[in-house]
Structure formats: structure tokens, C-alpha cells
């Protein structure tokens, strides 16, 4: 029988795991210092960081997706 990570990986595959890990290292590294940092610098930089992130996934799904 197998695991429920088995599972994961086979529905997936390896791209799939890709994506996931890359959304979760930035979730990490960037979303969850902006929110619970207590230091105003290091919020003020993740802050900026995560603006200059989806900035640029907004520009990437325009040009592959114009609405005209």
C-alpha cells in the first residue's frame, strides 16, 4: 500500500514536486518572514521582496496571457 507521499509524487510527477517545493521555499523565506518577523527591517525586506516577486509573475502571465 502505498504512503500517502508515494501518492503525492506519483499524482504529481516531477515537475509537479518542482513547483511545490519552489512555492514552499518561498513561502518560507519570503511570506512568513514578512508576516512574523519582529525586527521592522527584516518585514520592510521581505515585504519589498515579495512586491518585486509577484510583480514579476504579474508581468510573466501578461505577456503569455494578453487580455487584448
Known sequence: MPTSLNTLV???????????????????????????????????????MLSALIDAVCRALRRLWPLR
Open 10 to 48: 506519483i499524482t504529481l510527477g516531477p515537475v509537479g514536486i518542482l513547483v511545490l517545493a519552489v512555492f514552499l521555499l518561498l513561502f518560507v523565506g519570503v511570506v512568513l518572514p514578512a508576516v512574523w518577523s519582529r525586527h521592522d527591517y527584516r518585514r520592510t525586506a521581505a515585504q519589498q
